[in-house]
């Protein structure tokens, strides 16, 4: 077995991407083969590269990171073939190698009786043998090509019809478990050809939104274009997360590792597509003729996911292997350190209910279980030791918002730890931090965060409550919007113009943090959707001391900035919800699957695959951000706000998915017996809609997401 560490993985995408810088070196060749030199000579080279023996070290990395590059040139040499067949064939040593020392150039294909004549095959004009595999009766049969027939279409080189020997070189009986595992191993290298070919096209879009000129801007500062790249760039950096995310599944045994394969095919596959169709509409008419890259790639991926359908898995899709085979979505580890602390703190959280009805975590946060998570430092974990925290990584702070949030349970606090406490510990005073650090540990430090008005949401630079300064006092005047929790809050987090001519105004913020137990404070509460309680609050020369100012005059949006990063570990706790909602969905279906879904290959099936692919390519997306986290100090640039793109579009998806699903009844209300997943589905599609505002809307995330990409403005 190989496990690849990202220098060899680099060394190896440099000797592919030398290969086919001499025999294949860019996309145009596919429309140029006829004859099948250039692939002829391409599979010369993968023998002399040992490329066609990567199945003996079982290297499934280095074979998936071939393909996505021969996808990058629309490059159809068969390498998931060349290892599958070598896999099948592992006992019959003297076929493994001649299919190494290139003597037998097979190809596999999916049949459902034995045949002599098979459709849709690639690389005809090189191979020389086909290894069948035969569905109905679970052989693999080793066959010579006699001839073949091109048929021309959409795939170039063409597909050909193959004639096959009557009598096999081989017939092999494997068990079921090898017969399926070649099937899924054909289709992850099938997507990952499709999503190298659609990153190539994507970074040709980007390149070309940044160069081309239209109505005297480049066309990249246009939100329509950079906000398509941004949602390229997400399908994509998730397509490789995926990927990843199953090759070390197999490369580590895991008794799901097919599953963790069909989520990337299932979201891959569509995603690619998208993707290019995406990089057309921005390369419009330069992408459309054959001089062009994008003509050939974009017959590459939708070849590669055509053939898909031609290896169907006897487990089905996504959803029939989670709802028959009674599984979960596979589970993402987060490192030895993280992997400790979740056992310990799963063992804590047995003692505590773990049944919190939906929705009400907001309101009835479990108070034992945020005493003993005060007594244990869970509160504080990610301060720093010399302030009384325990340093700890941020996939500590990961494991614990998922499993609570799994849970629903909330801890009392943790967004005061977390917002203020951090911004705190980087920008208070030491008279500051000794005063307020301590009150914020014990969990009991109610307060609502000041920021939006009625005339400023997305745009918090432009804020006017205006902060005018009175000795050692600051007179404030202005009205704040949406303030959750204000209600029962003894403190505001607040941000105020304290420069109105600033120039940008941020420059002219400033953030205090203050009792609201004084005159001139006010509040009006309103309901929410999903229920909770936010307000309006009216400061009328409401006097806030000094003291009460964190950082500088004038330098409150670095204090903004710096609170806002947390708010990306804060959001896995909304992920591990929705992984909750998808098991109380899967309970549901489970009573009664083909009343719920009906039989295998049903629409509703399709929902579910397409739900759960989506909500694993979040959390794999969640889980690079925070690995990125601990590398870079704190900086997730792409993923975390890709990642909050992907869970608040699939919040409303599941919402909307649970009423087609269940009916009716899923719009019941906890509290009513027998309500399907007790009433978490209705709520979640009221729930859903503050998901795709709060902390950024989505198009305010697109737009980070397009300038961390180099899009101009
Ligand atoms: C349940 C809930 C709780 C909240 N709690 C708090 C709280 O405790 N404290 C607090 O201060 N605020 C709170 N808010 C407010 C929240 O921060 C804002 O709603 C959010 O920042 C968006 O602002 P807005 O609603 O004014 O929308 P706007 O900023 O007015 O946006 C309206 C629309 O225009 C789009 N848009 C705006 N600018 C751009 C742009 N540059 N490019 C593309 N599209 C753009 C937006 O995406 C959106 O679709 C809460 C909101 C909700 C829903």
């Known amino acids: 077995m190989s496990i690849l560490s990202t220098e060899e993985l680099a060394e190896f995408v440099t000797s592919i991407d030398g290969v086919l810088a001499k025999a294949w070196p860019s996309a145009h060749i596919a429309s140029q083969d006829a004859d099948g030199s250039a692939i002829r000579q391409i599979w010369l080279s993968a023998v002399q590269q040992g490329w066609t023996n990567l199945a003996s070290y079982k290297a499934l990395d280095a074979a998936i990171t071939a393909c996505d590059r021969l996808g990058r040139v629309a490059c159809p040499l068969p390498i998931m073939d060349i290892y599958v067949s070598a896999m099948m064939l592992e006992k019959h ?16 294909a999916v049949s459902r009786k034995p045949t002599t004549k098979l459709q849709f095959v690639e690389a005809a004009s090189a191979a020389t043998h086909v290894l069948e595999l035969v569905t109905e009766t ?98 994509l950096t998730a397509c490789e997360g995926l990927i990843s995310q199953a090759i070390e599944s197999y490369l580590l045994g895991r008794s799901n590792w097919h599953l963790s394969c069909e989520l990337a095919v299932e979201f891959s596959a569509p995603a690619a597509i998208r993707t290019q ?81 939906v929705g009400h975590s907001w309101d009835d946060a479990n108070k034992a279980f945020s005493i003993e998570a005060v007594k244990r430092g869970y509160l504080t974990m990610a301060w720093p030791a010399s302030f009384g925290g325990q340093d700890g990584p941020a996939e500590k702070q990961m494991v614990l918002t998922e499993e609570l949030g799994y849970r629903r349970l909330s801890l009392l606090g943790k967004d005061a730890a977390d917002l203020v406490g951090t911004a705190i510990i980087y920008y208070g005073t030491p008279e500051q931090q000794q005063r307020i650090l301590p009150l914020i540990a014990s969990g009991n430090f109610p307060f609502y965060v000041g920021y939006s008005e009625p005339e400023v949401g ?45 120039k940008p105004p941020h420059k002219g913020i400033t953030l205090f943090l203050t009792r609201i137990d004084r005159p001139g404070f006010e509040i009006q509460q309103h309901r929410s959707l ?82 759960a692919s989506r909500l694993q390519a979040t959390r794999v997306l969640l889980y690079l951000s925070v ?64 998901q795709a505002i709060g902390g950024g809307t989505i198009d305010i995330q697109k737009n980070m997401i397009a300038y961390a990409l180099g899009l101009p403005r």
């Open 277 to 357: 169709f995406g990089g057309h509409h921005t390369l419009a008419a330069q992408g459309y003729f054959e001089e062009h890259e994008a003509p050939w790639l974009f017959r590459r991926i939708n070849t590669d996911v055509a053939l898909l359908s031609s290896i169907s898995p006897a487990e089905g899709q996504v959803a029939d292997i989670l709802v028959e085979g009674n599984v979960r979505l596979p589970f993402l580890e987060l490192g030895s350190q993280a992997e400790e602390f979740r056992s310990e703190l799963t063992q804590v959280l047995a003692r505590f209910d773990n049944n919190v009805p």
């Open 138 to 235: 679970g052989e693999a049969r080793l066959c010579e090509i006699v001839d073949f027939t091109t048929t021309p279409g959409l795939a170039k080189p063409d597909w050909a019809e193959v004639r096959l020997e009557d009598q096999p070189i081989i017939t092999l009986d494997p068990r079921e478990e090898i017969f399926e595992d070649a099937k899924v191993l054909l289709r992850l290298g099938l997507v990952a050809r499709a999503v190298g070919a659609a990153r190539r096209t994507w970074e040709l879009s980007l390149q070309h939104a940044q160069d081309r000129v239209s109505f005297g801007k480049p066309i990249g500062s246009y939100q329509a274009v950079s906000h398509r790249l941004v949602d390229g760039a997400v399908d």
């Open 627 to 690: 690995r990125e986290m601990s590398i870079a100090s704190g900086s997730a640039r792409l993923e975390g706000p890709m990642a909050k793109m992907l869970s608040a579009v699939l919040h409303e998806d599941f919402g909307k998915a649970a009423l087609h699903i269940f009916g009716p009844a899923a719009a019941l209300g906890e509290g009513l017996s027998d309500v399907p997943g007790r009433g978490a589905f209705e709520y979640n599609l009221r729930f859903s809609i503050r």
């Open 458 to 502: 997305s745009d918090l630079a432009n804020l006017q409550s205006k902060a005018v300064r009175d000795g050692d006092e600051w007179v404030v005047n202005g009205r704040k919007e949406w303030g959750t929790g204000a209600h029962r809050a003894e403190w505001i987090w607040l941000a105020a113009r304290t420069d109105p001519d600033a």
């Open 530 to 611: 999903s229920g909770t309680i936010s307000s309006s609050t009216f400061l009328d020369d409401f006097r806030v001391p000094d003291s009460d100012r964190i950082g500088g005059v004038n330098e409150g949006w670095k204090v903004i900035t710096k609170a806002l990063v947390k708010e990306r570990v804060i959001m896995a706790n909304f992920t591990s919800g929705l992984l909750r909602l998808l098991d109380d969905m899967l309970c549901e279906i489970r009573k009664d699957p083909v009343e719920k879904l009906g039989t295998r290959g049903s629409a509703k099936r399709a929902l579910i695959s397409e739900l």
């Open 93 to 108: 040593s003297y076929l493994v190698d001649q299919i190494v020392d290139g003597t037998i150039r097979p190809v596999v």
